[in-house]
């Protein structure tokens, strides 16, 4: 099936609310899509938020976004996966980029509406934002994976807690309160270190301040000395890692702000400077992001070894930073962009196919399949040779005079390559192919050669003679009243003759007797040929047939007119109109 059927399929279950059924449908039609299309992934989308499963919707939603970013109905797919997850901020900005695209989508404006709802309801139920701060699915797992949280989550209690506190936001300060330790797991939500408040804990437990179920967690880290043997190098460990993540936030947040002032430079094309302000925030933070920018300066500088080379740096740097593929992905497009400008169409075709390889984009591929095409052609270009072309063709010549019909093909196929502009080498492989019984290649080889040349008269003729060993006898009609028309008009009917014995072959054999048939029968089958039928039903043909019948002679004034001609002959071969 292809994908449009699969999505047909697809959209039938989900009018049926089998929304299973339909993602295995939009599925098949995404995988038998020729090219990413935005459609199938918001059907998706759909589908998995009518599940409820907002995290698999949330994925489509932004694939599809990705694929079409101007495609307003796709932001509004996120922001209704991102509204079913909690997270309203981020589906008010999905929202309201939506509106941004097409001010007057109606989806959107509810959608809105439903989020600034929404944040009223929290705001007055007092969870102080915890219901937000514990929202993510995959909390528990983030938790174990943090340094500073992963042994407290060995404790089964603690994690009940949690998933508690994620149920139920409002009972979050009556659990805050009941265990340290969930200061500590807020503290690594927020980002910040709350270490402190252990700290605290302890000297109320001195001051008698601490009830019972305090203390219980107190006793912990007592547990732990013996074995770390060194309890205070432990502690400060995670106020150094905390040091280290603010440096690193704030040498991407200085990096980020010379990759602005670069952009700004390149708008104005001020490309040396703009290179400036992207080296400066490279040394600042690693992000191939600036060195890929750096490249596009370069490139629009016309400097395009200096490009591939910052895009090959972008590239080893990345793999060693385990980089997006989407970003590599677009620093090997550069390179073929690159290529592309250097007239070097091998090594741009090289460098799409690896940019597709990383990540599939329709304008990549694109590029990929132009310029195979151009290398195709570069390739054929280079072959033609009129000398090399004359040689063939008479080599060719010589093979259908001995009558060796397949070697006088691969002559004449030698003639076309050599000089594909030149309408005889199609008109003598068509010949040729004829003697093979080939009449469809022959008919195609024929109409090529009359494309290049349509005052060829023989490209006609042969062309005739294999649609009439096909019986295809109302085209060989249509092919020789052309070929007779030209030949009066351009040779004074010098081919006429020829013509004429071939056309009247032609209907001869159309409306010959079958063996076995009788006269009246022969003459009941053609009465009721389509052709013959449509011709005296015409109210014109009935008047120059009526005329005809009074006049004879006024016939062959009619005969004139090609049309006229053409449908009188066809009369007269079917043995409707009898001469004498």
């Known amino acids: 099936m292809s994908a449009d059927e699969y999505k047909a399929e697809g959209n039938k279950f989900f009018a049926a609310k089998e929304f299973d059924k339909a993602i ?15 459609v199938l992934y918001s059907n998706r989308s759909a589908c998995y938020a ?18 079409n970013a101007t495609w307003a109905k796709g932001y509004n797919r996120v922001g209704a996966a991102q509204y079913g997850l909690g997270n309203l901020d981020d589906a008010q900005v999905s929202y309201s980029k939506a509106l941004e695209l097409d001010p007057a989508n109606a989806m959107a404006k509810s959608g809105l509406s439903a ?18 701060m514990f929202s993510d699915p995959n909390l528990i797992q983030k938790l174990k994976e943090n340094p500073k949280t992963a042994e407290m989550m060995n404790d089964p209690n603690l994690v009940g807690k949690v998933l508690q506190l994620q149920q139920n ?4 300060m009556q659990t805050m309160l009941s265990d340290p330790r969930m200061m500590t797991i807020m503290g690594v939500l927020m980002g910040i270190d709350l270490n402190m408040f252990d700290k605290d804990s302890a000297q109320q437990a001195q001051a008698g301040q601490s009830n019972p179920t305090e203390s219980a967690p107190k006793e912990e880290p007592k547990k732990e000395e013996p074995k770390k043997e060194e309890p205070k190098p432990a502690a400060k460990e995670p106020e150094a890692e905390s040091q280290d993540v603010e440096m690193e936030d704030s040498s991407k947040a200085d990096a980020d702000a010379a990759k602005a002032e670069g952009n700004a430079l390149y708008k104005q094309r001020k490309f040396d400077e703009a290179i400036e302000k992207y080296n400066k925030a490279w040394e600042l933070h690693q992000d191939i992001t600036y060195l890929n920018n750096r490249a596009a300066a370069e490139f ?63 304008d990549v591929l694109t590029k990929l399949r132009n310029t195979q095409k151009d290398i195709k052609t570069r390739e054929a270009e280079s072959y033609v040779n009129p000398e090399k072309a004359e040689e063939a063709r008479l080599e060719g010549k010589e093979y259908f005079t001995k009558g060796d019909w397949p070697n006088a093909v691969k002559a004449y196929t030698e003639m076309v390559k050599r000089a594909p502009e030149d309408a005889r080498g199609y008109s003598n492989r068509a010949a040729a192919l004829a003697k093979l019984m080939s009449f469809p290649d022959a008919v195609d080889d024929c109409n090529k050669a009359i494309k290049l040349d349509p005052t060829f008269i ?64 022969t003459m009941e089958r053609v009465s009721k040929d389509p052709e013959i039928v449509e011709i005296l039903q015409d109210p014109v043909m009935q008047g120059i047939l009526g005329q005809a019948r009074e006049n004879p002679a006024a016939l ?14 066809m009369l007269i071969a079917a043995g409707v109109i009898r001469t004498r």
């Open 458 to 521: 023989r490209a006609y003729i042969r062309k005739a003679n294999a649609q009439l060993a096909m019986k295809e006898f109302s085209h060989v009609i249509d092919t020789l009243t052309e070929a007779r028309t030209k030949d009066q008009e351009l040779n004074g009917g010098k081919n006429l003759a020829e013509i004429d014995q071939l056309l009247n072959k032609a209907m001869s054999q159309r409306f010959s007797s079958i063996e076995g048939e009788t006269p009246e029968q």
């Open 300 to 362: 629009e500088k016309q400097d395009y070894d200096a490009a591939i080379a910052t895009c090959e740096k972008a590239v080893d740097e990345g793999r060693g930073m385990r980089a997006d593929y989407k970003i590599i992905a677009k620093s090997f497009a550069r390179i073929g962009n690159c290529y592309l400008k250097k007239d070097d169409l091998e090594s741009a075709a090289k460098f799409f196919d690896k940019s597709l390889t990383e990540h599939r984009t329709p």
């Open 556 to 569: 062959q004034d009619h005969m004139r007119n090609p049309e006229v001609a053409k449908k009188i002959n």
């Open 169 to 172: 936001p409002k009972a979050g």
């Open 50 to 67: 009518s599940l409820k499963n907002f995290g698999k919707a949330l994925e489509d939603a932004e694939k599809c976004v990705e694929i």
């Open 24 to 38: 295995e449908q939009f599925t098949n039609a995404i995988e038998a899509s020729e090219l990413p299309n935005h």
């Open 115 to 132: 989020v600034e709802e929404a944040e009223r309801s929290r705001n007055a139920e007092g969870d102080m934002g915890l219901g937000k």
